[in-house]
């Protein structure tokens, strides 16, 4: 006999995980939800970005210095408009604010949680129709009461209570974890609801793709030059080389290193001598998500989560993916971290 295959939403399934924390009285669910409504609407605006006039310039640069793209602006203004009305959230940090954002509406003068975002990265894509994506890291506020501050934001990756993505790709995705694995759902245009369809996803132990940009090799650390040729070197044993895959939009190297197995990394460089990637909004959400999953995240030596932030847009080098793949590029960054050439 047929049984039909329960599909299970994002809403029912953050309903049903709610026993997972006795305590809740679902603030936390309700962020979630909120958060799920402004990616549905930031994806409607995506599907259609080459149809209306949404491309080109905005006219602005962002305070990292890039031309904002029109769709930055709006998936800024989606996530910090759901977050406001939903009542939950106290304070949005965000990669197009360059201060933290409080959010002072009635309904979320009780709210005890803090958001930091990047609404959508790897925008630079926008035009050239490359999957991008939203990373968003949820914390508890640490100030008891009265308007939130910059010190609530200076908490390290450890103390996220949930964090996430959305990858608005050939189809759109929120993979998210709030400490108890990592759960991914398919948006379903035709009921527009996210429906379960990864359940507690794992990154394989080891990987064979590497993402990096190697047109920075000659600035790169001995150790991150000395991982690549590993990587490149013929041994059908480790079944090396590796196929080298690099977007250039880190929430879809992410996914597919998370799905096959791989490392993505983001080495200090000349250019970028911290790095080029944002600590609390890019590299903590998916540092949490990638251990959930079984993975690692470093700077190279050290755990991602246990970085001390100390500014709101700080950067970090970022090794992440498949932990056997992280540990090794990490043994080679500590062999030859005294040598500056290679
Ligand atoms: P590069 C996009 O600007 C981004 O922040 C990530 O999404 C992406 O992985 C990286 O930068 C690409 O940077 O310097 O290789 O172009």
Redesign the pocket.
């Known amino acids: 006999m047929y049984t039909p295959k329960r599909v299970i939403t994002l809403g029912q399934f953050i309903i049903e995980r709610q026993s997972d924390f006795p305590y809740a009285k679902g603030e936390l669910s309700r962020l979630l939800r909120d958060i799920g409504i402004a990616a549905k609407m930031v994806n409607r605006e995506v599907n259609k970005a080459g149809l209306v006039d949404i491309l080109g310039d905005y006219g602005n640069t962002n305070v990292q210095g890039?031309e904002v793209k029109k769709l930055d602006v709006y998936a800024n203004e989606q996530f910090i408009s759901a977050l406001s009305s939903g009542g939950e959230t106290c304070a949005v940090a965000s990669e197009e604010n360059e201060e933290m954002v409080p959010i002072n509406s009635e309904i979320s003068k009780n709210a005890k949680y803090l958001v930091a975002m990047?609404p959508l990265?790897?925008?630079?894509?926008i035009d050239v129709n490359v999957s991008i994506?939203t990373i968003f890291s949820i914390y508890r506020r640490t100030t008891l009461s009265g308007p939130s501050n910059l010190s609530d934001f200076m908490q390290k990756g450890t103390e996220q209570v949930a964090a996430g993505y959305v990858i608005y790709g050939s189809s759109t995705m929120m993979v998210y974890t709030t400490g108890k694995g990592v759960n991914g759902f398919t948006l379903d245009p035709s009921i527009g609801e996210f429906c379960l369809s990864h359940p507690d996803m794992k990154i394989p132990k080891l990987g064979f793709i590497y993402s990096v940009?190697e047109?920075?090799y000659a600035h790169f650390p001995v150790g991150v030059k000395k991982f690549i040729k590993f990587c490149q070197e013929e041994d059908e044993k480790s079944k090396r080389p590796y196929s080298s895959r690099?977007?250039?939009?880190?929430?879809a190297?992410f996914h597919r290193n998370l799905l096959k197995g791989g490392i993505?990394i983001?080495p200090a460089t000349a250019?970028?001598p911290k790095g080029?990637?944002r600590l609390l909004y890019?590299c903590n959400p998916l540092a949490f998500i990638v251990e959930q999953a079984g993975g690692k995240a470093s700077d190279g030596f050290n755990r991602i989560l246990d970085i001390q932030p100390t500014s709101l847009h700080q950067r970090t080098p970022l090794f992440i993916g498949s932990p056997d793949m992280v540990s090794k590029a990490e043994e080679l960054m500590m062999r030859f971290s005294q040598v500056s050439t290679s």
């Open positions: 890039e990047d990265d790897g925008s630079s894509n994506g940009n047109g920075n690099y977007i250039g939009s880190l929430v190297d993505y983001y250019k970028s080029k990637l890019e």
